[in-house]
């Protein structure tokens, strides 16, 4: 499976990005697709996933202000970050993970893409 995301950007605090990721090479709906972000000296840490079905789950320090979604018949995820804070930056990574179990943890991901910088200036 291939991931390609897109979308980052330079923002001042309280702005909104969206992410796209579009995946290719395998079955749409047999993935799970999920974000992570890592910003510098820190780990990978999970930001948000979302299952064929549309079922969604975040992180506590996004749940308010970031939203997923898929559009299947484009192999396509989103992330809408909305009310954009100085601590959201990072690189965003598009994930997913083959099947149905929904993960959060970055070494139960089976792909990646190339990651998206998104910086929030105060």
């Known amino acids: 499976v291939q991931l390609q995301a897109s979308g980052g950007g330079l923002v001042q605090a309280g702005a909104s990005l969206r992410l796209s990721c579009t995946a290719s090479?395998?079955?749409?709906?047999?993935?799970?697709m999920a974000w992570f972000r890592q910003a510098p000296g820190k780990e990978r840490e999970f930001v948000g996933y979302?299952?064929?079905?549309?079922?969604?789950s975040y992180a506590d320090s996004v749940k308010a202000r970031f939203a997923i979604s898929r559009d299947n018949a484009k192999s396509t995820v989103y992330l809408q970050m909305n009310g954009l804070k100085p601590e959201d930056t990072a690189v965003y990574y598009c994930?997913?993970?083959?099947?149905?179990?929904?993960?959060?943890?970055?070494?139960?991901?089976?792909?990646w893409g190339q990651g998206t910088q998104v910086t929030v200036s105060s």
């Open positions: 090479g395998r079955t749409f709906s047999n993935l799970v």
């Open positions: 979302i299952k064929w079905s549309g079922t969604t």
């Open positions: 994930s997913a993970r083959g099947g149905a179990l929904a993960y959060r943890r970055a070494g139960d991901s089976d792909y």
